[in-house]
């Protein structure tokens, strides 16, 4: 199986879009479409291979960190200053209606974000990126965050 990158950079590049692929494993995908719309195609490969995707002048592609991350809401808005990482993932939990558990050990100094109709996973992906955490998401347990090891 060739892998989602590969059936998605051929989508953006026949729908004359730029791609931007956020790092992240997506599972390898084999898919057969015809004469169907973009978000329709972008839809079937991104179900596969585990991954969002968001079209806004460049094609946006966010893989997520397992199959039950992607019953996260697909979209969020959240707008804090100046407060401790921390609070910003309790935040985004409450704001997205889930459980959250946060390993103790994540950087506290005070960050300030401001996300606007922003993909879920795409907005735990930049938090994570910039406190060197990961995170993923169970609907029986909730948003894991956890200190990358």
């Known amino acids: ?9 051929a989508l953006a590049a026949a729908a004359g879009v730029n791609v931007e ?11 057969t479409l015809t004469n169907v719309r973009l978000a329709t195609a972008l839809n079937a490969v991104c179900d596969n291979a585990l991954c969002t995707w968001g079209l806004a002048g460049v094609l946006k592609v966010t893989p997520l960190p397992s199959e039950a991350s992607a019953q996260l ?3 969020v808005s959240l707008e804090l200053s100046d407060v401790p990482a921390i609070d910003v993932f309790r935040t985004l939990a409450a704001t997205i209606g889930v459980a959250i558990t946060i ?13 606007k109709n922003a993909q879920t996973a795409a907005v ?9 955490c990961s995170w993923d998401f169970d609907p029986q347990r909730g948003l894991r965050v956890m200190r990358k090891r």
Do not use: D, H, K, W
């Open 1 to 9: 199986m060739p892998p989602a990158a590969t059936a998605i950079n």
């Open 21 to 31: 692929v956020a790092a992240g494993t997506m599972r390898p995908v084999t898919i």
């Open 73 to 75: 809401p697909q979209q």
């Open 103 to 115: 390993e103790p050990t994540l950087p506290s100094e005070p960050v300030t974000f401001n996300f």
């Open 124 to 132: 735990l992906n930049t938090l994570c990126a910039m406190l060197q």
